[in-house]
């Protein structure tokens, strides 16, 4: 391996975003190359370049079992992967992020003279639709059963607590949570600051008394706090690191199993979603809704206005007698 190859591997792996040793990845060496590129010189988030690089895995294990490489890639082998995915159950929308993650690393190939095409202007998206998915979340009443399913006085039962209520109130991302700092409450002016993943400023909220609570048993009773870390949630076990994302999931996902609580998908990003839903059918405009979910666009959040329940279920009981 040349050395420039070994700096960037090297590079790489301090981020997460190295190429396993596998035998059915195929020219590990041109995918590090684009990770960097993506990373350094696009400025994508590292969230963003671990979400296609787990694609263009799936794609490389495809094209080695097609037993052909890169330079070999013709229309009809993208053609037959998009149609792979689909069959594997990738919804239109899937289908969309797939496609966008494919044209961006073959224009890239391209122009570093990896493929002797540019096949990026051969792939085409499936068409979408604005506003054509309903979100899917809990009844506010499953929600507040969701927070409270963690009771209990052990370890595990109160940081979770604290961790549910967040989700639920502010309707926070779930990698927005795992970001979260001790700095980031202000206990004197009571706010904490949320820093938002699709908005440039911090956002800074108040502190509720019953999100307040929930973090000072947290904080006093289990938290490690001679381990000078600096992020709010931390492991429960050795060595305490910052508690992960897929954490998170498994903290919402096994309330969800416990209640008996049927939805699909049980993630934190449910939460979300009822947090919006509650707020738009309490009454409160979709502007204030966008601020509160740190929305850049406010077409983003008109999807709720399609489940006010309330507000349709005034239309449906107008008399429209009069006006036919």
Known sequence: MRESDTRLSMRLRVVGLSMPDKPDIVESDKL?????????????????????KLELEHFSAYVSNADCDFKSLNAACLDDYIEKRHNEGCSRRSIATIVTSLKDFLRFAYNQKFIQSDLSVILKSPRLFNLENLPMSPSWENVQKLVNYYEGNKPRDIRNKAIMIIFAVYGIR?????NLTLKDVDWQNETICLHRVKRCSPQLLPLLPVIGNALVRYITEIRRNNLNRECLFLDLVAPFTTIKRSTLYQVVASAYKALGIKLNPTGPHSLRHACATHLVNSGHTLKEVSDLLGHKNLDTTRI??????????KIAEMN???LL
């Open 304 to 313: 709720y206005a399609k489940i006010d329940m309330v507000n349709l279920r």
């Open 320 to 322: 429209w007698e009069g």
């Open 174 to 178: 779930c990698s927005e949570l795992a």
């Open 32 to 52: 590090d190359a684009y990770y960097d590129w993506m990373l350094n010189t696009k400025g994508l988030s590292i969230t963003t370049v671990r979400s296609r």
